[in-house]
């Protein structure tokens, strides 16, 4: 069992920045893909960004792109995703997810996500 903690997740204004982290209690945590998504009211969940195992690859989808960033702290079993130039759009619930399969890239697909976070709430306002 992997347990998942997000945190960082808060009220900010518009143009304003935030990070987010995602603790992994898992003794392999250096060989798994993260995943962030979120989760507008009213709005089915959508990828955001991921990173691979060595955190050589990362993806984001087209509308945090430029604006959002993915990294992880290996030492510390985290993955981090700075925000930056929040917008109202970008206001949800963002989940962490981690990708079992060792050595991998990480997916824009949730169902390929083994283990999630409870969510940390992210409200921009304008």
């Known amino acids: 069992q992997v347990q998942v903690v997000e945190s960082g997740g808060g009220l900010v204004q518009v143009g304003g920045s935030l990070r987010l982290s995602c603790a992994a209690s898992?003794?392999?945590?250096?060989?798994?893909?993260m995943g962030w998504f979120r989760q507008a009211s009213g709005k089915e969940r959508e990828f955001v960004a991921r990173i691979s195992w060595n955190g050589d690859n990362t993806d984001y989808a087209d509308s945090v792109k430029g604006r959002f960033s993915i990294s992880r702290e290996p030492a510390k079993n985290t993955v981090y995703l700075q925000m930056n130039r929040l917008n109202v759009e970008d206001t949800a619930v963002y989940y962490c997810?981690?990708?079992?399969?060792?050595?991998?890239?990480?997916?824009?697909?949730?169902?390929?996500?083994?283990?999630w976070g409870q969510g940390t709430q992210v409200t921009v306002s304008s």
């Open positions: 997810a981690v990708s079992i399969m060792a050595y991998g890239s990480g997916s824009r697909r949730d169902y390929e996500y083994d283990y």
């Open positions: 898992a003794p392999s945590f250096n060989t798994y893909a």
